[in-house]
């Protein structure tokens, strides 16, 4: 392949985006640069901007500009409802499908004493300073439905229990517009285990 | 949602990447924040130092740092065989899987009256100048097999037929690898008309 250095380059670079390969970097950086290089130095502005500004809220350890982001500095949420989950993703998801009010606290991570990720790397310590505050009534425990995941909602559950708070955790169940037949067997058991009454 | 001024921008810009939809874009921007700043950062420097470095070779027209390309100062190609091709892309996949060891010459589009895109655009002036020089013994007409493209070839064919030389064209036929019962008429019809004698 005759690409020059600057392309070779920005190929290699581009393979830093999740979920692009060596064929689509190319492809990305030859449309670019073929027809639209005021995007590419656009994207280059908002990239440096955003690694520089763009850090952790000191309440809640979501990505954002400020010291403390929007949703903690919003005076109308509920500040008796904490939902825990792992990544800002997360939080923009929630926020998106649910109406809920309450704060947020994202532990940027799970429980994996094998990848060395424990408490202290969940800044867990923040978490259990926020519920001595006697604030938190009920911790949602939010946290993805893996081995991990789980781990971790059990390991804040314990917490939680040491303060009197009542902890909840996301319902497991067939996702909404799933077939039965193509739902996995631990799924479908906590799934029929979990159903509740209708009349 | 509630994404910081700066991350919107950021999902805002990568958009200017082709395949990557609001969802991908959340999702790169996060993973970069979260995971690979370093990679962010590396990818705004290659995004301006290609941007600002990388132009148009004056003999070929493909994608270069440098005045002249790689490719058009190599002594040791064959300056008789020209392929036109519809973009760099083009150049890299028939050098990666051709023994091909002639010249270029890259139109960057086709012929395309309806989106104002005639032979100016494509620097056919550019091209008639180099058959004019008469080393070109035979024109190997890459472009893709589009109507655009089929048109593009024909222009060019009739060019380089003003200037006595040969043209050839790729051959259409049926993918490697690809089975009949899935393959379009108009190509089943070209593969079936080109069959070539094998005893």
């Known amino acids: 392949m005759r690409n020059s ?12 985006l999740p979920g692009v390969g060596p064929k689509s970097a190319q492809r990305m950086s030859l449309h ?53 989950v792992e990544s ?7 926020e998106q499908s649910t109406g809920f009010k ?3 606290f994202v532990l940027n991570g799970r429980l994996s004493p ?20 006697g604030v938190v009534e009920e911790l949602i425990l939010a946290t993805n439905t893996t081995v991990e995941g789980e781990a971790t909602a059990h390991f804040i559950a314990e917490m939680a229990k040491q303060h009197g708070i009542k902890t909840s955790r996301i319902a497991y169940g067939v996702p909404y ?12 058991a906590h799934a029929f285990n979990g159903r509740r009454q209708l009349t």
Chains 1, 2 share one sequence.
């Not at 800002?88 to 929630?94: D, G, Q, S």
């Not at 094998?114 to 505050?133: K, S």
């Not at 517009?177 to 479908?188: C, I, K, P, Q, S």
């Open 32 to 84: 670019l640069l073929q027809h639209n290089r005021e995007g590419a130095r656009l994207l280059a502005e908002a990239l440096l901007g955003a690694v520089e500004h763009i850090g952790l809220c000191r309440l809640c350890r979501t990505l954002t500009e400020h010291e403390i982001c929007r949703s903690c500095s919003d005076g109308t949420r509920d500040d008796s409802l904490l939902c825990i």
């Open 102 to 104: 309450g704060r947020f």
């Open 114 to 133: 094998l990848d060395g990720i424990g408490p202290e790397e969940l800044r867990l310590d923040l978490l259990e300073q926020r519920l001595a505050q």
């Open 5 to 16: 250095g600057r392309l070779t380059q920005l190929i290699q670079a581009l393979r830093c």
């Open 88 to 94: 800002p993703a997360e939080v923009f998801a929630l």
């Open 177 to 188: 517009g799933g077939e039965l037949e193509y739902v996995d067997g631990t799924t479908l």
